[in-house]
């Protein structure tokens, strides 16, 4: 609101502004009916949209504004202006709603938690197309633009309104017009120059000079250790290694002290929990300061624990959206041998990549199963082999005697042999079993044992059996997707021809990553082909659509820019950032084009039109960027740990619309004319063809 009273007159930025007060108050009326509720990531789209919704307020409002102070009365300058800029402004508001459809689509659990973005965008968005193009023009057609109240501190805003309008003005016509006028001279070095900088920010990107990711990693307030032990295993290892995981946390609490004496007892960490289930184990501390360094102290835990053995999986935790493993590759085959081989070497390949830790498999080694079998002499006793097994059973496990009813549940009580009797297998070739008669016997007399291997679990895909690895990776030290890459270029096919059985697939974070990227250009090719539809029906042209969408790429060069400046990671929401951008981008281009046909059907000459509709369009296509920007400001400045997901995806809008704005006022300009020049070679060649054939 500030910002536009500084370039245009305060009632008229009071009505431009009344139209987000009109679309936010329709969307929260509407919401209920779409079944998406008030939560972070709803309200966050609320102010991801701010910016937007004034957009097309904006344009109409400052045509309606030009008209106005050219001469027309109050009325005939509303009703011009809202029909000079109809047509762009329409469809302006379409192509930014079409760019926000593929949100309902793209894969993954965290995808779906974004779909109440694209409602709100979208209902807010249609809500501020009738209130631009029907309820401003009428209030702008009945004010007085003269400022009515009198005082001091309104006359001193009103000269800074005039001096920032005037500036405006000169920015326009003294230093935009003649570097206009230059580009178009040049318009091949423009060209050159703003295709360069977009192949450097894809170099930039693509090169690995920006910390890249599927989910933003957004750190928490406490840090956990998460560990896995082989099934079947003895409950006596889990409390043991479980003692030595807590004991490596309270010498790293003794560490940091939280007051100035280092008294351990006032330790910058809260309590210690742990807690244990079946063969997984875990122990957590909360951080009681921000200041600390939880992906260095989750580190330095590690380290103070040591060697864990037996262990099957260790993780270190100390963010609050950990989807998987960085890298989880899936092994299938028909042969387990083959597949334990393949493991093993794709471990020690793992191990060669900086920044790999922590690897391991889904292999539990086979153990022993006592297998038992009946001798000649149990059928002439008449004992079959589940009476074997069931007096076993009840020797070590215990037979039900008794249930004794308690307040919440039953106690059972059970009948066995004593510890002493149950810890070796020499113990069972001691029992003695019971014939139906009545007789005892020994148990080797009617019985003898095996031991054969026996696996804990079996897993399989596709009725194959299948064996997972998978390994974390340091935030920066390697890329994952990198590494799965150069293994499955430079091992696969090796694998595949010593055993032809075995496929690799991907597994965790990377597939879902794959799946979303796949997803995100499918759709975006789709919208971008609907938008190029669109425009080839409104222009009458199959080159100026073109025009159109040449915003969408340097959206995407700013996005990298501004997630390197803010040195952010490029992760899944950035993406959704750059679809974002893309449909907003694009508006500034459509007024420009609409701009320029209208001064050629009036019969300007291209040079001409070219000018006048840059110098004619500058102040609204500045007016728009700044508000957007300065509307996505809040978000990107918020500390809170709720924002951080979302601040990339910002980021992408907000400098998307930035530099994309440079890419409106000079290179669609540059291109127009290179277009015109190509239309002209094209003619001339279709036009000697036909002479000579004729």
Known sequence: FLVLM?????????????????????????????????????????????????DDAIIVGESI????????????????????????????????MIFFVPMFFMPGEMAETATSIPVVVIIALSLSLVECLLILPAHLAYINQSNSVSGVLTSKFDMLRVKCAGLMKTAGHHYYKPLLERSLRNSSTVIALFISALLLSLSI??????????????????????????????????????????????????????DENGDPKNSGFGAIMSWAQDNNLWVRTELKSRDLDAPALANEWRELMGDIVPVKNIEMDYTINRLGKPIS?????NSMSDLK??????????????????????????????????????????????????QVRYAFHGA????????????????????????AVENLREMRIKSPGGIQVPFDTVAEISFEPGYVSIDRLDRRRILEVWANVVPGASVPREIVAAITKNHLPEWKARFPDLNLNLDGELEEAEAFRSAMMKYMFLSMLVIYALMAIVFHSYWQPFLVLTAIPFGLMGAIFGHLILNWQVSMFSLLGVIACSGVVVNDNLVLIDRINQLREEGSNLYDSLVKAGTDRFRPIILTSITTF?????????TSIQAQFLIPMV?????????????????????YVAGERLKEIFSIATSGIEGKIS
Not at 384 to 390: E, G, H, K, M
Not at 631 to 638: A, C, D, Q, R, T
Request: net charge negative; glycine share 8%; with cysteine.
């Open 65 to 96: 504004y030009t008209k106005q102070t050219q001469g027309d009365t109050q009325i005939m300058g509303a009703l011009n202006g809202a029909r000079g800029v109809l047509k762009p402004v329409m469809f302006a508001v379409i192509s930014t």
């Open 6 to 54: 500084l370039f245009l007159s305060p009632k008229l930025a009071l009505w431009v502004c009344t139209g987000i007060l009109v679309a936010f108050m329709g969307t929260l009326a509407l919401l209920p009916y779409t079944g998406i509720s008030l939560n972070m990531i709803s309200l966050f789209a609320f102010l991801l949209i701010l910016g937007i919704v004034v």
């Open 205 to 258: 990107y693509g090169g690995g000079w920006m910390r890249t990711g599927f989910f933003p990693n957004i750190v928490s307030n406490d840090i956990a250790a998460e560990i896995e032990l082989p099934e079947g295993g003895p409950f006596s290892d889990t409390e043991r290694i479980m003692l030595q995981v807590e004991s490596a946390a309270h010498e790293l609490r003794s560490r940091y002290p939280d």
């Open 400 to 423: 039900e005697a008794q249930r004794i009813p308690r307040a919440k549940e039953d106690v059972r009580v059970m009948v066995r042999y004593p510890d002493g009797e149950r810890l």
């Open 329 to 333: 590759l899936i092994l299938t085959s």
């Open 630 to 638: 300065i509307g996505l400001l809040p978000i990107m400045s918020e």
């Open 651 to 671: 980021t992408s809008l907000a400098f998307g619309v930035l530099f994309a704005t440079g890419v409106t006022l000079l290179l669609v300009p540059c291109l």
């Open 341 to 390: 081989t393949v493991s093993s070497e794709l471990k020690n390949l793992l191990k060669q990549y900086p920044g790999v830790y922590d690897i391991g498999d889904t292999f539990d080694s086979a153990r022993d199963e006592i297998i038992l079998n009946l001798k000649p002499a149990a059928e002439n006793l008449g004992i079959t082999l589940s009476d074997v097994a069931r």
